[in-house]
């Protein structure tokens, strides 16, 4: 669903974090796009309970927005 793209691995890997921890901590980019993001959300949401993670909240928990 989400891929982490190649220029955000590079700034990772200048912070200092080596390709295995990159690949071990799962990360992503998220999409600029506000539709998207809502979209990428609302899928996560059905397929996981995300209360709790980071970024994510409910609005009148109606959905999730990050």
């Known amino acids: ?3 982490l793209e ?3 691995k590079r700034y990772l890997k200048n912070l200092g974090l080596l390709d295995s921890s990159i690949d071990a901590g799962l990360y992503r980019t998220v999409p600029k796009n506000y539709i998207k993001r809502r979209l ?3 899928e996560l ?4 309970n995300l209360a709790g993670i ?3 909240f409910s609005r009148r928990r109606l959905a ?3």
């Open 45 to 48: 949401s059905r397929k996981y």
């Open 6 to 8: 190649g220029q955000h």
């Open 64 to 66: 999730l927005v990050f």
């Open 40 to 42: 990428v959300g609302s």
């Open 54 to 56: 980071p970024r994510f």
């Open 1 to 3: 669903m989400l891929k």
